[in-house]
T-cell receptor
């Protein structure tokens, strides 16, 4: 039982490049979330999903897209990376309780 | 606007003493509050939570207090241990089935041996 896993762990992109971050959970959770963490700002919600095939915008969605084609996977895409998207990205999932379970994070640097 | 605030970026306490981490919120619709603990290079892990219908919840060395009238919650760790050194985030959620969490900025706790 791996819980929530994220791929890759680290990535360096040049401005304008694109990439996809993968989140996978093996707990059969309905809800999945993508956050970014920046110094002094806590975790901010980017996008979330309340079930397979659904997505919705969070607090800071601009510059990101998501897809939830399979219940266990939640993908976060950056179509044209910008230095402002340098951050640590966390994926989380939950079922019926409020507690969310987080992955180990992806550290992204955009130069 | 920051709906959940942790005004102390850092806290240092001696091993064996009490650690008190504070959190303030502005949205009266929040009905559930959580504390997460985060070590460097790891994801946050759930620590303890409290529903808005309660004013206290205890789990071993960890106790969370909620003062709804003041829109304030606090996490007490007694006794503090060096392994408790981490960043602590408070988070809040409002009624509804999306379960979105609003996080505070975090407080870095250092417990000195």
């Amino acid at each position: 039982n791996a819980g929530v896993t994220q791929t890759p762990k680290f990535r360096v992109l040049k401005t304008g490049q694109s990439m996809t971050l993968l989140c996978a959970q093996d707990m059969n959770h309905e809800y999945m979330y993508w956050y970014r963490q920046d110094p002094g700002m806590g975790l901010r919600l980017i996008h979330y999903s309340v079930g397979e095939g659904t997505t919705a915008k969070g607090e800071v969605p601009d510059g990101y897209n998501v897809s939830r084609l399979k219940k266990q996977n939640f993908l976060l895409g950056l179509e044209s990376a910008a230095p402002s998207q340098t951050s640590v990205y966390f994926c989380a999932s939950r079922q019926s309780t409020y507690e969310q379970y987080f992955g180990p994070g992806t550290r992204l640097t955009v130069t | 606007d920051q709906q959940v605030k942790q005004n102390s970026p850092s806290l240092s306490v001696q091993e064996g003493r009490i650690s008190i981490l504070n959190c303030d919120y502005t949205n009266s619709m929040f009905d559930y509050f959580l504390w997460y603990k985060k070590y460097p290079a790891e994801g946050p892990t759930f620590l303890i939570s409290i529903s808005s219908i309660k004013d206290k919840n205890e789990d071993g060395r960890f106790t969370v207090f909620l003062n709804k009238s003041a829109k304030h919650l606090s996490l007490h760790i007694v006794p503090s241990q060096p392994g408790d050194s981490a960043v602590y985030f408070c988070a809040a959620s409002a009624l509804g089935n999306t379960g979105k969490l609003i996080f505070g900025q975090g407080t870095t706790l250092q417990v000195k041996p």
